[in-house]
Every structure is written in C-alpha cells, then in structure tokens.
C-alpha cells in the first residue's frame, strides 16, 4: 500500500536529483570544455566536439538524493554502503578517461565496486524466480551474484550508450517500469530509488539527446548501471531487472561473442556502423567490424541517430510491459 508518507519521501528525492542534474550538467560541461575534455561525435559530419564526463552530474544527482533519503530514514547510516559503491563505480569512470583500463580490468574493477554494499548493505540472498519461487544463495548470493550483477549491468548500460541519448533515454525508461513493478509486488520501500533514477536519468536526457550537447562517459553509464543493480538487489526485484534490459543485455552478447571477447572500445578498429550523406546510419560491411544492436537495426535502411535512439528505447519499452507481465504471474 503506498500511503503518503511513502509519496513524499519518494517525490523529495526525485526532485532533488532531478534539479541537481539539471543545474550542474552545463555548469560541469562548461569545466570539461575549458580543460579539454572532450570527445568528437563521430555520428555527425561536423565530427563536433562535444564535453565528456558530464555523467559526473549524474552521481551528484544519486548522491543528493540518497543523502535525503538516509535523512529521512530512522537509520542514517542505511544508504551508506549504496553511497559507497555508486562512489566507487564513478571513479572507475573517471579514472578510465585519464588512464584507459583494460576491458577485462574494468570489468573486474566494477565487480569490486559492490564490497561495501556487500559487507553492510541490506538484501536477502533469497532471489525470487518466476514459477519457481525463491532459491537459498547464502553464500553464492554476496560472493558471486551481486558482484556480477552489478558489473553486468554498469558495462551493459554503458554498451548501450552508442548513440545520443540512448543510454539515458533507455535507464529512464526502465525506472518507470521497474517503479510499476515494484508497486506491483508491493516493494515500494525502493519507490525512492526507482523515481530519482527516472528524474536523474531525464534530466540528463535533456542534454544528451540528439543532438547531444554533452556526454556521460563512462562514469555517467556505471554510476547508472550499478545504481540499477543494487536498487534491484535491495527490492528483491533481480530478475524483472534483467527482463527490462534484454534488449541492452542481447547488444552487450552479440559485441561480445563477434569480438570473440571482452574489449576496450578503444580497442576496436571498425565501427559497426557508417556514416553516410545526410547523416544517416548504416550498417558496416567490414566483416572485423562488431555485431551490435544498432548494426541490426540499420542493415536494411539506413537511419537518422535519434530514429535509432528512439526503436532502442522502443524496444525496452516492450521488455518493460513483459517485465510487468511477469511480475503479475508472480503474484498470482
């Protein structure tokens, strides 16, 4: 039941790190131009240099709203470890731009972000299947689940984060349908989470969409992504997690497994994609080149880079009304 105590201390938040986010992303895009930090939109035939690390916005955003939130709570110090590990992936971020890490590194580096959330963060090692109800991982659970979880989804988000505003556009709308899940499955204690995702993820929106005026990098991507984990992880809600991001999921399995494994962006010599006259998108035909969903999505006509941000979002809107379907049957 959501009562009104539960409405405010979901919408204070929310519209914290929606104004924070939305205040502070031109201020730090200001900052990031003046020192250089910048990276060339390789999707627009200027090769415009748009700021990079403005997702730094994006963690300020989460932490102001966590701060409320343990302010609100009878216990301060719950949000902690949450605060921890959301620090800890966003300087995996931003150290990734000075010193590129290794894509197997990064990988293990956002696996060890979670051991604060692991050692005092609150969850049941009891993840809930649908039509098999909940398994018993008391040790599996913290030692090998959370710490996959939570680096599969921070490189997952940041795989998706091809083309303006996909990856934002994607985690918003994902915290909707996660939020109505968790309605659905009266979990409404990570309502307060789920909103500040939304208005966070917006709120970066707003810049990031085509055409981007910023971008998130990496630290904007993982701070997302782990955000999503361990907001999962604490409602119970795993599963329906995934569910919502099998269209990220699918992307993130098809670069893997045409690269023959994990590797830096960086590391990657031809682009899934070209850009032709107008700019338009179309599918590569260099047979190095990735398999990527947004290489599926071009390879029969080319596309303008917001149509093709708009079918990824589209797309996860669908794995969001069969995230819902599942919680339903999981009621029942």
């Not at 996660?178 to 309502?191: Q, S, Y």
Request: hydrophobic share 55%.
């Amino acid at each position: 039941m959501i009562n009104q105590d539960i409405i405010i201390q979901a919408t204070i938040p929310g519209i914290a790190s929606f104004v924070t986010v939305y205040f502070l992303t031109p201020k730090i895009a200001n900052f990031m131009r003046r020192r250089g930090i910048v990276g060339v939109d390789v999707h627009k035939e200027s090769k415009v240099e748009i700021p990079e690390m403005c997702g730094l916005s994006i963690f300020l955003g989460l932490t102001v709203s966590l701060i409320i939130l343990a302010i609100f709570s009878a216990d301060v110090l719950k949000f902690l470890p949450f605060l921890l590990t959301l620090t800890l992936a966003a300087v995996v971020g931003v150290v990734d731009w000075f010193k590129p890490w290794g894509a197997l590194q990064k990988i293990f580096l956002v696996a060890l972000t979670s051991i604060p959330f692991i050692l005092f963060g609150e969850y049941q090692s009891y993840p809930v299947l649908p039509f098999i109800g909940k398994l018993r991982l008391t040790i599996i659970y913290p030692l090998i689940f959370i710490p996959a979880f939570t680096t599969i989804l921070g490189n997952t988000l940041n795989m998706v984060d091809v083309v303006n505003g996909s990856m934002v556009g994607v985690s918003t709308v994902s915290a909707i349908f996660l939020a109505i899940t968790a309605i659905i499955l009266g979990k409404v204690e990570v309502l307060p989470l789920y909103l500040s995702l939304t208005l966070t993820s917006y709120a970066f929106y707003i810049y990031n969409k085509y055409p981007a005026k910023v971008f998130a990098g990496d630290v904007g991507s993982l701070t997302l992504g782990v955000a999503f984990a361990l907001t999962g992880i604490i409602g119970g809600l795993e599963v329906l997690t995934l569910i919502i991001f099998i269209p990220s999921l699918i992307n993130s399995l098809l670069i893997v497994s045409s690269l023959g494994g994990f590797k830096e962006r960086r590391e990657i010599k031809d682009r899934p994609t070209i850009l032709l006259k107008g700019e338009l998108l179309s599918s590569s035909l260099s047979l190095k080149a990735p398999v990527t969903l947004t290489r599926i999505i071009v390879a029969e006509t080319p596309l303008k880079e917001f149509e093709i941000a708009k079918i990824i979002i589209i797309l996860h809107v669908f794995s969001g009304f069969l995230a819902i379907l599942t919680a339903i049957f999981m009621v029942g």
